[in-house]
């Protein structure tokens, strides 16, 4: 017969030694969400007189390469000055561990009036934002 005290002491071996020595596998979380990447935005010039030329350049940084709601997302710019301009792009299903989203968008816009102009970059899946950063460009008279 096993005693009591040697159950215990090689349940404590098997314990300490991981799920390895068990035979269990350690298995990663399926349902985890995966680290959303920062947007930032930039004007250049941000402030000069009409009509001024910007170019903008919205970046993502850290965060997943394959990161879904950023992957094949249709880009929406709003100036401020009642324009807007998107885009779509056509792309491969999207595929965990192998898709790699965009991570840089440029464009420019002229700004012909006077006024300080809250520009928006957006990021969508169907009607959804699932991003968005905003910056200022201010021009003079």
Partial sequence: MISQSLVLALLA?????????SGAQAQSDPGRRKERPQMTLRASPMIGFPPLKSVLTAELTGGANDFEDYYCAKVEWEW???TTSSASYDCDP???GKSEIRRRFTTEHTFREPGRFEVAFRLKQGSKVVGSVK??????D
């Fill in 80 to 82: 401020g000055d009642t």
């Fill in 94 to 96: 999207y595929e965990p």
């Fill in 135 to 140: 910056v200022t460009v201010t021009v003079t």
């Fill in 13 to 21: 071996g098997l314990l300490a030694a991981g799920p390895a020595a």
